[in-house]
């Protein structure tokens, strides 16, 4: 006789946050959640880890991963863009200031 395998199921971040808020603001027991989503306490004991790991990290604020490097498309969208709005931002402050003397003159 062989059982059949559960097919494997995935749970989206927002499944596990709920889960992991309800047993932390205790609406609900970790027997009850791990009954509800038909989960082994063991898994919702890693998304515990998980989140608290998360948070950890987030407030730490010597710990920060740098920012992974930009492409070269990119950057070099970014730095035309950043460019043409400089000389754009140029030429409406050229105006105001003539616009302001002719006025004051």
Same mark, same amino acid.
């Given at each position: 006789?062989?059982?059949?395998?559960?097919?494997?199921?995935?749970? &989206?971040?927002?499944?596990?946050?709920?889960?992991?808020?309800?047993?932390?603001?205790? =609406? =609900?027991?970790t027997a009850q959640l791990c009954q509800e989503l038909d989960i082994s306490p063991a898994l919702l004991g890693q998304?515990?880890?998980?989140?608290?790991?998360?948070?950890?990290? %987030?407030? &730490?604020?010597?710990?920060? &991963?740098?920012?992974?490097? @930009?492409?070269?498309? @990119?950057?070099?969208?970014?730095?035309?863009?950043?460019?043409?709005? %400089?000389?754009? @931002?140029?030429?409406?402050?050229? %105006? @105001?200031?003539? %616009?302001?003397?002719?006025?004051?003159?």
């Amino acid at each position: 006789m062989t059982t059949a395998k559960q097919p494997r199921r995935i749970f &989206d971040p927002q499944q596990k946050i709920t889960a992991v808020l309800s047993i932390w603001t205790e =609406r =609900r027991t970790t027997a009850q959640l791990c009954q509800e989503l038909d989960i082994s306490p063991a898994l919702l004991g890693q998304w515990q880890n998980l989140a608290i790991e998360g948070m950890l990290k %987030a407030l &730490d604020p010597k710990k920060k &991963d740098p920012l992974p490097p @930009l492409n070269q498309r @990119l950057s070099r969208l970014i730095e035309k863009k950043l460019s043409g709005s %400089a000389t754009s @931002l140029e030429k409406r402050l050229k %105006a @105001l200031q003539k %616009a302001k003397q002719s006025s004051a003159g």
